[in-house]
């Protein structure tokens, strides 16, 4: 049998070679763009794929479907027990893996993720101020964010990204503060565009802060360059002018930017989602706990992808939210 990789192509001809993998679902934030108060309805933990069955399933991702970047998130993945030792196992195979986090518990494990071969990470924060990171995740911890960032700095993780999700009257009047305090710290800052993935429903247009009116803000502060889009990543960059200082603003709302979309998304119970929007998913732990061989698995993935649609209908009168929230599908 002929196990080079081949490319895993959809019926618009996008190839997909990004893999997103959800470790968990639970988190100890309660972000309030997120999920509720009181947390959701966690997955058993048996429906949780385990350590064997996530580097199978990544391993038959990067042998014979050609993915060759594979970002670890959740939910809060570090809850993840032995994410080191995972981390290496998926190194091992050969792509380049990042993690998403919130930076809690960074300051402990950042040195063993290097070690391990992880190459990047993005840690979220959405503000500067002790209280307001506490009214917006519930939780009083910036401290461990701020201690994780330095540690992932410190350990060669490099570049460190963070994450802001700009909230009309919550943290809007911080888009520069947080790009100055990326530049101070040698950080690349992301803005991102609030989406209608929240666990309560809550989302509303009119609290997202818009691509256009973070870079209007960003523009009367600093001079941009602009740097553009690395390939088909949905980040477009700018670059502060006299300074090596990147910022950049994910705009999946107001610029979508489906058409060069090459990622596909397994959730922690081993659920295919060939987007972060899909109404369905293919059930990967099924065959896997059922027997099935690599073939089976490889064929189940390529039919996954050849279903995707073009697009989010966000905004208009077709778009349905998935029932899945940007926690358990993995953000
Ligand atoms: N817990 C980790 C974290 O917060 O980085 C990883 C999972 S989280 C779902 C991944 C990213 O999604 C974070 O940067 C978070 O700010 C972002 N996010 C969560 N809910 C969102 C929403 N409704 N709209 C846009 N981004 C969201
Ligand atoms: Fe947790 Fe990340 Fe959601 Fe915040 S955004 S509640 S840290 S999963």
């Not at 939910?75 to 030792?85: A, H, K, S, T, Y």
């Not at 960074?106 to 290097?114: K, P, S, V």
């Not at 966000?314 to 899945?324: K, L, Y």
Request: aromatic fraction near 4%; charged fraction near 25%.
């Amino acid at each position: 049998m002929n196990t080079a990789p081949r490319p895993l192509l959809d019926r618009f001809g996008r190839v997909h070679t990004d893999l997103r993998v959800s470790l968990t679902d639970r988190c100890n934030l309660r972000c309030t763009y997120c999920m509720p108060p009181e947390g959701l309805d966690w997955l058993p933990r048996a429906e949780v794929l385990g350590d064997d069955e996530v580097v199978r399933l990544v391993r038959i991702a990067v042998e014979r479907l050609g993915i060759t970047s594979v970002r670890l998130t959740g939910g809060e993945p570090m809850l993840r027990r032995g994410l080191p030792d995972l981390v290496g196992r998926i190194t091992a195979l050969g792509p380049e893996v990042s993690l998403t986090t919130n930076g809690i518990g960074l300051a402990r494990t950042a040195l063993a993720l290097r070690e391990a071969g992880l190459h990047r990470v993005n840690v979220s924060l959405d503000t500067l101020r002790p209280e307001r990171y506490a009214a917006i995740t519930r939780r009083d911890r910036i401290a461990d964010v701020f201690a994780g960032l330095a540690a992932a700095r410190a350990a060669g993780l490099a570049p460190v990204k963070v994450n802001a999700v700009p909230v009309r009257g919550v943290n809007d009047d911080e888009i520069v503060p947080l790009a100055e305090f990326a530049a101070a710290h040698g950080y690349r800052m992301r803005f991102i565009e609030s989406m209608p993935l929240d666990a309560q429903g809550s989302w509303n247009r009119a609290t997202m802060v818009t691509a256009d009116e973070i870079l209007a803000v960003l523009g009367e502060r600093f001079d941009l360059v602009p740097v553009g889009r690395h390939g088909n990543a949905p980040a477009e960059e700018w670059r502060i002018a006299g300074t090596d200082t990147v910022v950049g603003v994910i705009a999946s709302v107001t610029r979508p930017f489906c058409g060069g979309c090459d990622r596909v998304r397994l959730t922690a119970d081993g659920q295919l989602r060939n987007c972060l929007f899909a109404t369905e998913e293919s059930d990967l732990r099924a065959l896997l706990r059922g027997g099935a061989d690599d073939d089976r698995i490889e064929a189940a993935w390529k039919a996954a992808i050849a279903g995707k649609g073009p697009g989010h209908a966000i905004g208009s009168a077709d778009f349905v939210r998935p029932e899945r929230p940007m926690s358990a599908i993995g953000g």
